[in-house]
């Protein structure tokens, strides 16, 4: 069997095993809890906005106002620790949270403002609203199909930069720029997640222009395929609460089988 094909390489070994970051939460370790809900808020910061965007048709500001807000308040009120697997599903769960808080505040006529003494977290809201212009939303899709696929971009954007990183920590750079430039690509096409496979220029073309060998080239990118596909496996398992969550997820992004 060819090994590219193979998700965290031969005999199927997949990542060392992380504790969740929705369990963490409630760790009485503050370290552990500081973690987690750091994990939680990069993974889920941008789905967070631009729903909010769509949803409720903030506008810009507002919609940056209402997304440090319910983080904030999620972490004073604690609201992750009476997350109940059993009941929904996480992303279910921060959703309707979301909801709630985005109802109350309207509500109440509350906004949360900058400058007001709350906690400002430190978040790319120019790059979230560059996002939400160059991959619009499209009415074919609700708002919780929406802040679904906007959770998956977040995840593989996070598994990139991992991998980028773990390169060039490394010292083989070449790994990951191969990789970037056969395997991923940016569609701006409403409908699809801009990190996708598709094939781009011929490993014979590759090889010349980094001074390789076609067989060196396969074998890099086999290799990156790999690592990549154990850091979306990693960061999935940091945001999902159970095993059956994490497996059923698995095998809906990358078409795993976890026994």
């Known amino acids: 069997m060819d090994h590219d094909t193979e998700i965290g390489g031969p005999g199927n070994r997949f990542p060392e095993t992380r504790h ?18 750091t994990t939680i808020v990069e993974s ?14 903030a506008t810009n500001e507002d919609a940056k106002d209402l997304t440090q807000g319910f983080f904030t308040t999620a972490v004073e009120k ?6 109940d697997a059993t009941k929904a599903s996480f992303q279910t769960f921060i959703r309707t949270c979301l909801d709630r808080f985005v109802a109350n505040q ?6 949360l403002k900058r400058g007001g003494g709350v ?13 939400l212009f160059l991959q619009p939303y499209v009415s074919e899709i609700t708002p919780e199909e929406y802040f679904h696929r906007e959770w998956v971009r977040s995840l593989f954007t996070m598994a990139i930069e991992s991998l980028r990183q773990h390169y060039a920590e490394k010292g083989s750079s070449v790994y990951f720029t191969l990789f970037e430039l056969y395997d991923l690509r940016e569609d701006n096409a ?5 990190t996708m496979l598709a094939a781009k220029p011929s490993y014979a073309s590759l090889a010349r222009d980094f001074g390789l060998s076609t067989t060196d080239v396969t074998n890099y990118l086999a290799a990156a395929r790999r690592e990549f596909r ?20 698995a095998r809906a992004l990358l078409g795993v089988e976890i026994k």
């Open 230 to 249: 154990k850091m979306v496996l990693a960061k999935l398992r940091e945001v999902t609460a159970t095993e059956v969550e994490f497996k059923a997820e």
């Open 190 to 194: 409403a409908d699809e997640i801009d």
């Open 119 to 131: 906690d400002h977290l430190s978040l790319d809201f120019g790059e979230a609203e560059n996002e």
């Open 106 to 111: 309207r509500k109440a006529e509350q906004r």
């Open 78 to 83: 604690r609201y992750f620790d009476s997350y």
């Open 44 to 57: 889920y910061w941008k789905p967070v906005y631009k729903y909010i965007r769509i949803k409720w048709q």
């Open 20 to 37: 969740s970051a929705i369990v963490a939460v409630r760790s009485a370790d503050q370290e552990v809890r500081r973690r987690g809900l």
